[in-house]
Nanobody, 122 residues
Framework: QVQLVESGGGLVQAGGSLRLSCVAS????????MGWFRQAPAKERELVAV????????YYADSVKGRFTISRDNAKNTVYLQMNSLKVEDTAVYYC???????????????WGQGTQVTVSS
């Protein structure tokens, strides 16, 4: 099994920045694609960004493209989400997830962290 632990969430004003981190343990981290998802109250969980196992490919939701950057450091078993120019609508619980190559839907990811709250105030 793989255990994922997110950190870095918090309260920030609109226009500010946060960097989320997710540390993996238990199995070979570099074998997995890693994704960030978010879920706001009364809304479905949505994909934010995905990075392939070798960092050769990334995908971003249109709503965050140009503002967020996903990256990974396999030597440290860590994936990051750098969030800049934050907007109120970015407020959500952010989840780190591990899945097979080419996974894009939440149902396809095998392992999930507990989530970290990001709140953006106006």
């Amino acid at each position: 099994q793989v255990q994922l632990v997110e950190s870095g969430g918090g309260l920030v004003q609109a226009g500010g920045s946060l960097r989320l981190s997710c540390v993996a343990s238990g199995r070979t981290f570099s074998s997995y694609a890693m994704g960030w998802f978010r879920q706001a109250p009364a809304k479905e969980r949505e994909l934010v960004a995905v990075v392939s196992w070798n960092s050769g490919s990334t995908y971003y939701a249109d709503s965050v493209k140009g503002r967020f950057t996903i990256s990974r450091d396999n030597a440290k078993n860590t994936v990051y989400l750098q969030m800049n120019s934050l907007k109120v609508e970015d407020t959500a619980v952010y989840y780190c997830a591990a899945g097979p190559d080419l996974a894009v839907e939440a149902e396809e990811f095998d392992y999930w962290g507990q989530g970290t709250q990001v709140t953006v105030s106006s």
